[in-house]
C-alpha cells in the first residue's frame, strides 16, 4: 500500500491535530541531542491517550509502517532520531501525572511526563524521586525508561530499572499490555516489564509508568573534595561509605579538564584558589544539618590527615550547594562548544577508572597532540563520560571511538553505562555482548515485533 493511503487513514482516523504529515513537522522531531544528522519522518503524531497510541500502532502494523517513539528527545545515542518512511510517535502530550500515593510511595504517571515534573511532584508530596540527570526538564520519564537512565542517583537508589513498579506498554500489533500491579515481589514467571526498560524503543512504546518514590532525606551535606590522583578518590569514596553508608546519595568525579571547561563555559568562579587534578562532589544524607555537615567535616579532616585531600567545600547553604553542583553542569553545553562533541558513556570495573582514563589520555596524545578531551562521570558507580571536541582531532570521530571502545575490551568495560546503544554504538554492541546474548536478544524482538517496525535498526540488526 502506498505511504499517501496510509497518512490519510491516519489523519482521517486522528485528526489532523494529532497527526501532521511529514512536510510540516517542525525540525525539532528530526533528531535529538546527540547531534545525529536529521532525517524528516513520514509523519509525526502526538497522542493524547493509551487508546490513541494503540490506534496509530494497528494502522502502522496493517501498512507495514515504521515507527521511532520519541520521548524529550535528549538521547545521546540517535536512538530517538525517524528512520527513513517511519513516523515519529511523540509522547509529549501524554503529561499528565495521574496519582501519588505517599502512604505507599508511588507515582502513576503518563510517559510523556518530564523527569523535572516528576521529581517536583515527588517533593511536593513530602518524598524523592530516585533518578536524576542534567537533562531533566526535558526528558520525559518514558525515554527514561526506555534509556534505563542513570544519572546522579544510582549509587543510592539504583538505575531507572529499580524505580519502575509497573509499565502499560502498546505493542507493535495495537495490544496493550497493563502491567500496573503496585508490588515489590511478583515472582509469577518472566517479569515482563523488564523487557521495555532499556529496550530504547525496539519492542513497544511506554504508555504509563508506574513508579517508586524513596522517603526525602531531612538534611543532605555537600562538599566539593580536591584529591591529587584517582586512588585518593576511591579511598574517599570508601572512608565516606564506611562512615555514612548508603546515605553518601551522590559521588560525582570531574577531571581538571572538565573542570576547566565548566568554568569557562558556563562562566563560574573556581571555586578554589589553584586547580587540581581531580574533584569530586559529594552528597550526604542524614537528619539534623549542623550535625550532618560537623560529620562531613570530621571525615575530611581525617581523610586530610591521611593524605588524601588536598582542599575541601562543605557547603553552608542550599545556595552554596547549588552553585557547587553547577560545575557539574556543563555537559548540556557540550554541543555549544565541541564542534562536534565525540561523547562516551562507559561502564569500568571501578578500581580500574583511573588507569583507563590515563591509557585514553596517552592513546588520544600520541595521535592527535591537540586534542581537547573532558572526563567525568558518576565513579561512585563505576561510570566515566569522556568527551572529545571532533574539531581538535582532525574530525576523525570513527577513529577517536575505535581507539576508545578498544581500550574498553582491554579494560572489560561496557560501551554504554547508561546512554544506550541507539544508531551511535550500534557497531560496538559485539563488544560488550556475547553472540549468544545477541541471539537472545534478536529471538525476544522477533516475538514481540514480528514485523520488525518498532524503532528499526536501533541498537542492532535483525
Ligand atoms: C545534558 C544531558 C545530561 C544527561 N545526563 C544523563 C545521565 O546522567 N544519565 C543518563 O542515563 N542519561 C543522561 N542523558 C541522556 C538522556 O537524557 C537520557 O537518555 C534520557 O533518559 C532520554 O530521555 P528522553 O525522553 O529525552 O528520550 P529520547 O531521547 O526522546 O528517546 C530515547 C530513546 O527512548 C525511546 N523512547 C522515548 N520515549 C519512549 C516511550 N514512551 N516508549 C518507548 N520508547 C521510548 C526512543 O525511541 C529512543 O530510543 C543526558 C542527556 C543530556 C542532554
Redesign the pocket.
Known sequence: MSHEKFLAELISTLGADVAQRGADVPERYHT??SGTPPQRPLALVRPRSTQEVSAVLRLCTAHRVAV?????????AG??VPSQGAIALS?ERMNAIENTDTRAGLMQAQ?GVTLQAVQEAAVAAGMVFGVD???RG???I???V??N????GVLQHGMMREQVLGLEVVLADGTVLPMLRPMIKNNTGYDLKQFFIGA??TLG??TRVLLRLRPAPQATATTLVAMADFDAALAVLKRMQSRFGNSVAAYELMWDSFVQASLSWLKLSAPFAESHPLLALINVDGKNESQLQGDVQQVLEEAMEAGEVLDAIVAQSVAQAQTLWKLREA??ELNNNMHPAINFDVSLPQAEIGRFAQACEAAFSARWPGKHALYFGHVGDGNLHVSVDGKTVGGECEAVEAELYRLVGEFQGSVSA???I?LHKKPYLQASRTPQELAVMRAIKQALDPLGLM?PG?VFEL
Not at 68 to 76: A, K, N
Not at 149 to 152: D, M, P, T, V
Open positions: 535529538d541531542w521511532v517513539p520519541q520521548g524529550g528527545l535528549t538521547g545521546l536512538a530517538a509522547l510517559a540527570l542534567g537533562a526535558s526528558c520525559q518514558g525515554g527514561n526506555a534509556t537512565a542513570g544519572g546522579n530504547e524503543g512504546v511506554v555537559p548540556a547508561e546512554h544506550g541507539g524503532n536501533k
